[in-house]
């Protein structure tokens, strides 16, 4: 039901980097260049810069967050996993990122995105539900060659009222789900909106016609309303006014 699929490897370049500091950082960022560091493995920490402008091109794909990257870094080539980047408050600009060393023994955690599929053709696509996307990636754990770019989810069988768990998904062999406690969340489910299963309720038990026009009012059908200032059944109304008293004799 589920896939995953390799991609072929990014790379970039870094430079080696001497003055630390923030003043040193800023001064960095001034010249184009964005300040880094590149942890792990054997070697010891090692401060780096990378072109500002590459480096926000790079971010923009997806794989750069998600796959193994080839850091090309003086005379050698690193296998590296980008681990964070701090962006500026409201500015459009990189104020520092982080790489980690790949170690090709040890597993590794990395946070793989989905991809969903074949929406359009499940039976809930067929109906008034909406098909939710839960989770848009996941937390695995495996060897670095065994790191998938993404995995698919295949949505062509989800129904209304169901839902594709992590247990359901079926990974690559040498990778295993990181979820809290053991637990397996909600990966996609299809749901028919409230507002619109509350009106096909309401449909279900109103009669035919019978919100249509103005209510009927108490009596009997085609009996005319008295006119203004009589009442029915009362002599109210009908008196005369008493004749005036002659004074003459």
């Keep these: 039901m589920q896939q995953s699929t390799q991609q072929p490897q990014q790379s970039f370049t870094a430079f080696p980097r001497g003055a630390e500091g923030r003043g040193a950082s800023r001064r ?53 996993l980008l681990r964070d980047v701090q962006m500026h408050p409201f500015r459009h600009e990189v104020l520092h990122i982080d790489f980690q060393r790949v170690d090709e023994n040890r597993k590794i955690r990395m946070k793989v995105p ?61 990778v295993t789900a990181v979820t809290r406690g053991g637990e397996s969340p909600v ?10 299963a509350e009106v096909e309720e309401v449909a279900a038990v109103v009669e035919p016609g019978a919100v249509e026009g ?20 009362s002599d109210k109304g009908a008196e005369k006014a008493p004749a005036k008293k002659d004074d003459k004799k």
């Design 187 to 196: 990966v996609a489910t299809a749901i028919v909106p409230r507002v619109i």
């Design 114 to 174: 989905l991809h969903f599929a074949n929406g359009e053709n499940s039976p809930a696509a067929s109906t008034d539900a909406i098909i939710s996307h839960v989770l848009t990636e996941l937390d695995v754990s495996c060897l670095p060659k065994d790191l998938p770019a993404f995995i698919e989810v295949d949505l062509s069988t989800l129904a209304v009222g169901q839902s594709i768990h992590v247990a359901n998904l079926t990974l690559p062999a040498g």
């Design 28 to 80: 960095l960022r001034v010249t184009g260049r964005a300040p880094g560091i590149v942890y792990g493995g054997a070697d010891k920490p090692q401060t780096i810069a990378l072109d500002h402008n590459a480096l926000i091109h790079a971010l923009k794909k997806e794989a750069f967050h998600s796959t193994i990257l080839a850091m090309t870094l003086g005379e050698t080539t690193q296998r590296v």
């Design 214 to 233: 103005a209510p009927v009012e108490a009596g009997k059908e085609g009996e005319k309303a008295p006119e203004k200032g009589s009442e029915k059944g």
